[in-house]
């Protein structure tokens, strides 16, 4: 008997970006709609979660309508409703929330809540039909900076972990104290490339006990006090070569520790996820790193790396087979862990 297809409506809504996806078979991504609020958030620099999760409010339908429009499919060819429920902002979690248990409630479909890390790590699915786990992820964004054992669909082990900012956050504080705004990570890759890397040296942390966890708040410090520095003298700074600097210091750490796991767990695949992943220089050193090391390398369009509702589905899609559903009392989780399910 030929195998039904399966279509999951996929609902994120964690942070400043309201999407809804439709996903067939997990990989295949139908529509892929996302609604950033960037604009309304750049003036105060950084997200404002109070307006975010009102911004969501009046965007969700809208986007979803347009989700299914795009993909040309019904509410009743859907099989799941799938949706991030942490971690993130638990006003505008909540409202992602919400919408997927009134359509899953409403079209009596199962409901499916998602972890965002793992949405962001099953964007590797989406243009790799053939990556299939075990493999080791970096995964950088805004909010998080982990390197992941990717055991089987759905289980995972964190063997490094940031212990103060993540990746996109130093990003994006740096970004504001030379003047580029909010996102910083984006306007940072693109100054970087006029500056040189090595003008500044700036410190790569070493943090004790796991040889895998990071560190980015002292290199932050550190950019700062040399904006400071130029000041008080007043020597003008090359935003360019400051950028340049910074961000070099950011990808060796991130590489170096990459590579040394990917060594000690003896992988074949590695991959990259976040936003912080569409950076042209780290998925270079990433590709240079894994070619002296044999390992394949995976990686999602930028599309894919920032925050999407195509990820949320590629990973329900593997809850759905195993027939993991959410009872009606899902609730949004706002520190939810890796590999935890409330
Ligand atoms: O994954 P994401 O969209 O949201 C979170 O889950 O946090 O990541 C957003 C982060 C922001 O900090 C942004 O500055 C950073 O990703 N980012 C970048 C680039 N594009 C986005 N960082 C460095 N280079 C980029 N090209
Ligand atoms: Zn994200």
């Given at each position: 008997?030929?195998?039904?297809?399966?279509?999951?409506?996929?609902?994120?809504?964690?942070?400043?970006?309201?999407?809804?996806?439709?996903?067939?078979?997990?990989?295949?991504?139908?529509?892929?709609?996302?609604?950033?609020?960037?604009?309304?958030?750049?003036?105060?620099?950084?997200?404002?979660?109070?307006?975010?999760?009102?911004?969501?409010?009046?965007?969700?339908?809208?986007?979803?309508?347009?989700?299914?429009?795009?993909?040309?499919?019904?509410?009743?060819?859907?099989?799941?409703?799938?949706?991030t429920y942490g971690p993130g902002l638990v006003g505008a979690l909540l409202v992602g929330v919400s919408a997927a248990k009134a359509l899953a409630f409403?079209?009596?479909?199962?409901?499916?809540?998602?972890?965002?890390?793992?949405?962001?790590?099953?964007?590797?699915?989406?243009?790799?039909?053939?990556?299939?786990?075990?493999?080791?992820?970096?995964?950088?964004?805004?909010?998080?900076?982990?390197?992941?054992?990717?055991?089987?669909?759905?289980?995972?082990?964190?063997?490094?972990?940031?212990?103060?900012?993540?990746?996109?956050e130093a990003f994006d504080k740096v970004a504001r104290a030379i003047g580029l705004g909010y996102p910083g990570g984006p306007k940072i890759d693109k100054?970087?490339?006029?500056?040189?890397?090595?003008?500044?040296?700036?410190?790569?942390?070493?943090?004790?006990?796991?040889?895998?966890?990071?560190?980015?708040?002292?290199?932050?410090?550190?950019v700062l006090n040399y904006i400071n520095g130029c000041q008080m003298k007043n020597q003008p700074i090359c935003p360019a070569d400051v950028a340049a600097?910074?961000?070099?210091?950011?990808?060796?750490?991130?590489?170096?520790?990459?590579?040394?796991?990917?060594?000690?767990?003896?992988?074949?695949?590695?991959?990259?996820?976040?936003?912080?992943?569409?950076?042209?220089?780290?998925?270079?050193?990433?590709?240079?790193?894994?070619?002296?090391?044999?390992?394949?390398?995976?990686?999602?369009?930028?599309?894919?790396?920032?925050?999407?509702?195509?990820?949320?589905?590629?990973?329900?899609?593997?809850?759905?087979?195993?027939?993991?559903?959410?009872?009606?009392?899902?609730?949004?989780?706002?520190?939810?862990?890796?590999?935890?399910?409330?």
């Open positions: 008997m030929e195998k039904k297809d399966i279509y999951i409506l996929a609902i994120e809504s964690s942070c400043d970006e309201t999407a809804a996806a439709v996903v067939k078979n997990g990989r295949e991504v139908l529509s892929n709609v996302i609604s950033s609020q960037i604009e309304l958030h750049t003036i105060y620099g950084g997200v404002v979660p109070e307006i975010a999760s009102r911004k969501h409010i009046e965007k969700i339908n809208q986007v979803i309508e347009q989700a299914l429009e795009e993909a040309s499919v019904d509410f009743e060819k859907i099989d799941a409703i799938a949706v409403a079209l009596n479909k199962p409901l499916i809540g998602v972890h965002h890390i793992e949405g962001h790590i099953s964007a590797n699915y989406i243009e790799n039909r053939e990556l299939k786990p075990p493999f080791l992820c970096l995964v950088v964004s805004g909010g998080h900076s982990h390197l992941v054992q990717v055991k089987d669909y759905g289980e995972y082990e964190i063997i490094g972990r940031t212990r103060d900012d993540a990746a996109g100054l970087s490339k006029e500056g040189n890397p090595e003008a500044i040296h700036f410190p790569r942390a070493k943090v004790g006990e796991s040889e895998y966890d990071f560190s980015f708040s002292g290199l932050k410090s550190s600097s910074f961000q070099k210091a950011v990808i060796d750490v991130l590489v170096d520790h990459s590579m040394q796991a990917v060594k000690e767990y003896g992988v074949k695949q590695f991959a990259i996820a976040g936003g912080v992943a569409s950076n042209g220089h780290l998925r270079q050193a990433v590709k240079e790193g894994c070619e002296k090391n044999h390992v394949e390398f995976y990686y999602p369009s930028p599309i894919y790396c920032t925050d999407n509702a195509a990820m949320i589905g590629c990973a329900a899609y593997y809850e759905f087979i195993k027939g993991n559903f959410h009872d009606y009392d899902l609730n949004a989780v706002p520190n939810l862990k890796l590999g935890e399910r409330v």
